[in-house]
């Protein structure tokens, strides 16, 4: 059974112009929420996408490849990643992680 999410980004102005700019399937709209609730790993990935560019992808699949079995919450946070990096260009994971990241900067202020 799928965790309650406590906290969705997507009712926030900023997210709704990213959807809406960037073009995103509503069925992507779950990924993003799942993303969201890793402030922590948002943090981490925030300059990830403008320094690799389009070689992205494939360090994010050679990143989940060599995870410890234990990792499950980035394995989970990075399988999200992966299948929003395999539909958007780099541009666009890049632009999603800063405005979830500046969310969670602001909701936990």
């Given at each position: 059974?799928e965790e ?7 009712s ?8 809406q700019?960037?073009k995103?399937?509503?069925?992507d709209i779950p990924?993003?929420?799942?993303l ?5 790993l ?13 070689r992205?992808?494939d ?21 999200n990643l992966?299948k929003f990096?395999e539909?958007?260009?780099w541009?666009?994971?890049f632009?999603l992680?800063?405005i ?10």
């Amino acid at each position: 059974m799928e965790e309650e999410i406590k906290y969705s980004p997507i009712s926030e102005e900023e997210i709704k112009d990213f959807l809406q700019f960037r073009k995103i399937e509503k069925e992507d709209i779950p990924l993003i929420e799942n993303l969201s609730r890793y402030p922590k790993l948002l943090n981490e990935f925030h300059n990830f996408f403008n320094l690799l560019k389009e070689r992205s992808l494939d360090d994010l699949k050679r990143q989940i490849k060599n995870l410890k079995e234990e990792e499950n919450e980035r394995k989970e946070f990075l399988s999200n990643l992966i299948k929003f990096a395999e539909k958007y260009d780099w541009a666009t994971c890049f632009n999603l992680i800063r405005i979830l990241e500046r969310r969670s900067h602001e909701k936990n202020s």
